[in-house]
C-alpha cells in the first residue's frame, strides 16, 4: 500500500472516535490542559489521556508544558477543515433520510402495501 494511502487511513481513522472529535472541537478555541478539557467533556481524566495520546501519535495535536501543566493544541488547523466538511456531509444526509420519511408519509399504506406477487 502507498505510504500517502497509509498516512491517509490512520490519520482518519485516529479521527474516528467520538472523544477525539470532542476534543478537537473543544481545542478549535485555542490550547486547553487535560483537566479542561476533562470538565468540558465531563469525562475522566484518564480518558481525555488516552484520546489524546492517540491524537498525538498522529500528530494531529501537540503539546507545550508551562511549569507543572501540559497544554495541548491542533497542530494543524486545517483539520478543523475536515470536521467542517464532515458536519456538512452529515446534515446532507440528514437532509435526505428527511425527504424520504416524508415521501413515505405521503405515499399512505394503500401505495407502500404490496399483493401476494410482490408487486406493489
Known amino acids: 500500500m502507498p505510504r500517502v494511502r497509509?498516512?491517509?487511513a490512520e490519520y482518519f481513522k485516529a479521527l474516528g472516535h467520538p472523544t477525539r472529535?470532542?476534543?478537537?472541537?473543544?481545542?478549535?478555541?485555542g490550547e486547553l490542559t487535560v483537566s479542561e478539557l476533562?470538565?468540558?467533556l465531563g469525562i475522566e481524566a484518564t480518558s481525555v489521556?488516552?484520546?489524546l495520546a492517540v491524537l498525538r501519535s498522529r500528530n494531529i495535536v501537540v503539546t507545550r508544558k508551562e511549569g507543572?501543566?501540559?497544554y495541548y493544541r491542533v497542530r494543524d488547523p486545517q483539520v478543523f477543515a475536515i470536521l467542517d466538511l464532515g458536519r456538512e456531509i452529515f446534515a446532507n444526509?440528514?437532509?435526505d433520510l428527511q425527504a424520504m420519511a416524508d415521501e413515505e408519509q405521503f405515499a399512505?399504506?394503500?401505495l407502500?402495501?404490496?399483493?401476494?406477487?410482490g408487486e406493489h
Open 6 to 8: 497509509q498516512f491517509k
Open 21 to 29: 472529535l470532542g476534543i478537537l472541537e473543544h481545542l478549535r478555541a
Open 38 to 40: 476533562q470538565v468540558q
Open 49 to 51: 489521556s488516552q484520546q
Open 68 to 70: 507543572t501543566s501540559v
Open 93 to 95: 444526509h440528514l437532509s
Open 108 to 110: 399512505g399504506p394503500d
Open 112 to 117: 407502500l402495501a404490496t399483493d401476494a406477487t
